[in-house]
């Protein structure tokens, strides 16, 4: 916290020097939410299930200023998700790293923009960048209750807000005059959907997460296959995931019997993201933890089983068509001791959740 601090003094005698002589940040009164930029700069550099939640405020700022250049700064981690994208004019890439931060700055510089709309990125690096590229306007997403020390150099940024995370971003780009009343997530990258074969059932299982107590436990998903499998001969189990889950892939698999193996197919590691897309698309469910392959299913109206420990989902969760989804969320009571809290939750639960959703499509 004490390195943060010292980062944002710094930057903040930075701009004191470098705007009066070379920067283009106007004093925030003179802001004019019925102004029509033409040039216009969004950051979002962070994380997928991030970029989820920010494509409703993107499609908000779009229906704004649908004739504006728009720039998107994204991270490299998700450049296969925006790079195709109808919404931006251009996409540049940056992974936060402050030896990159001129080196993009003047890059954007050249689009000229007028307003950057900091939707989550990096503090104070993505103010730095945005005051580099000669916008006159910064607007931010704070993520926190209180200033975080850059306020001198935003003309709105949001305040303390108890909402789902989509709302509190459509609630920032609402000061800009956009209509905010689409709260849905949309996904930025194209793909060719599978025709779907009504004859199966297939259920997805994404069994990673960024953290290992956001994971219900690989026995779980096996007893919940073992259950699947046998109560509906048309049921399949479908495996996703990055590299980072062929451990669990392989303990997953090696505890299922011939049968049991011939009717699970795992496309961990083995898709691109429109590939990726495709398949989760084509799930009947998809039991997940807190990741970001959840969002991608809810933006494409795919059932899910959502389970969900130390988060909340009435922050992050699935935030459109309710009846699509069914949240599991421990109390901090109900967590079983080790570091896999959501191991309290049964086979059975997740079993009952699948047939209340699948029942629907019957």
Same mark, same amino acid.
Request: glycine share 4%.
């Given at each position: 916290?004490?390195?943060?601090?010292?980062?944002?003094?710094?930057?903040?005698?930075?701009?004191?020097?470098?705007?009066?002589?070379?920067?283009?940040?106007?004093?925030?009164?003179?802001?004019?939410?019925?102004r029509i930029y033409t040039s216009i700069v969004i950051y979002s550099t962070t994380a997928l299930g991030d970029l989820m939640f920010n494509t409703p405020a993107i499609r908000a700022i779009k229906k704004r200023y649908p004739h504006a250049f728009i720039?998107?700064?994204?991270?490299?981690?998700?450049?296969?998700?925006?790079?195709?994208?109808?919404?931006?004019?251009?996409?540049?890439? !940056?992974?936060?790293?402050?030896?990159?931060?001129?080196? @993009?700055? !003047?890059?954007?510089?050249?689009?000229?923009?007028?307003?950057?709309?900091?939707?989550?990125?990096?503090?104070?690096?993505?103010?730095?960048?945005?005051?580099?590229?000669?916008?006159?306007?910064?607007?931010?997403?704070?993520?926190?209750?209180?200033?975080?020390?850059?306020?001198? !150099?935003?003309?709105?940024?949001?305040?303390?807000?108890?909402?789902?995370? @989509?709302?509190?971003?459509?609630?920032?780009?609402?000061?800009?005059?956009?209509?905010?009343?689409?709260?849905?997530?949309?996904?930025?990258?194209?793909?060719?959907?599978?025709?779907?074969?009504?004859?199966?059932? @297939?259920?997805?299982?994404?069994?990673?997460?960024?953290?290992?107590?956001?994971? !219900?436990?690989?026995?779980?998903?096996?007893?919940?296959?073992?259950?699947?499998?046998?109560?509906?001969?048309?049921?399949?189990?479908?495996?996703?995931?990055?590299?980072?889950?062929?451990?669990?892939?392989?303990?997953?698999?090696?505890?299922?019997?011939?049968?049991?193996?011939?009717?699970?197919?795992?496309?961990?590691?083995?898709?691109?993201?429109?590939?990726?897309?495709?398949?989760?698309?084509?799930?009947?469910?998809?039991?997940?933890?807190?990741?970001?392959?959840?969002?991608?299913?809810?933006?494409?109206?795919?059932?899910?089983?959502?389970?969900?420990?130390?988060?909340?989902?009435?922050?992050?969760?699935?935030?459109?068509?309710?009846?699509?989804?069914?949240?599991?969320?421990?109390?901090?009571?109900?967590?079983?001791?080790?570091?896999?809290?959501?191991?309290?939750?049964?086979?059975?639960?997740?079993?009952?959740? @699948?047939?209340?959703?699948?029942?629907?499509?019957?």
């Open positions: 916290m004490a390195n943060k601090r010292w980062k944002i003094t710094l930057s903040n005698n930075i701009l004191k020097w470098y705007n009066p002589l070379f920067g283009q940040l106007k004093p925030k009164e003179s802001f004019d939410p019925k720039t998107l700064v994204s991270s490299v981690k998700n450049k296969s998700m925006v790079e195709k994208c109808e919404y931006f004019s251009e996409v540049i890439y !940056w992974d936060q790293k402050v030896k990159d931060l001129f080196q @993009i700055s !003047w890059k954007v510089r050249k689009q000229r923009p007028q307003l950057a709309i900091l939707l989550h990125s990096k503090l104070p690096y993505d103010v730095l960048s945005a005051a580099i590229a000669g916008c006159e306007y910064v607007i931010r997403d704070n993520y926190a209750p209180k200033p975080m020390g850059m306020e001198l !150099w935003l003309a709105d940024y949001s305040k303390a807000f108890t909402g789902h995370l @989509i709302e509190r971003k459509l609630k920032l780009v609402s000061v800009l005059g956009c209509d905010t009343s689409d709260t849905s997530m949309f996904v930025p990258a194209p793909f060719t959907p599978i025709k779907k074969d009504f004859s199966r059932k @297939i259920i997805g299982f994404q069994m990673g997460a960024s953290e290992p107590h956001r994971c !219900w436990p690989v026995a779980r998903y096996v007893e919940l296959a073992k259950k699947l499998l046998t109560s509906d001969h048309h049921c399949e189990i479908a495996l996703i995931g990055t590299s980072l889950e062929l451990q669990l892939e392989q303990a997953f698999m090696s505890k299922l019997n011939d049968e049991e193996k011939s009717r699970t197919i795992s496309y961990v590691n083995k898709t691109n993201l429109p590939q990726l897309l495709a398949q989760i698309d084509n799930f009947d469910v998809l039991v997940t933890g807190d990741t970001g392959p959840m969002h991608l299913a809810v933006a494409l109206k795919t059932k899910t089983v959502c389970l969900f420990a130390t988060a909340e989902p009435k922050f992050t969760g699935p935030f459109q068509d309710e009846d699509l989804h069914c949240i599991i969320k421990l109390r901090p009571e109900e967590f079983a001791p080790g570091g896999q809290p959501l191991a309290s939750v049964s086979a059975d639960k997740v079993f009952s959740c @699948i047939e209340a959703l699948t029942a629907m499509s019957e």
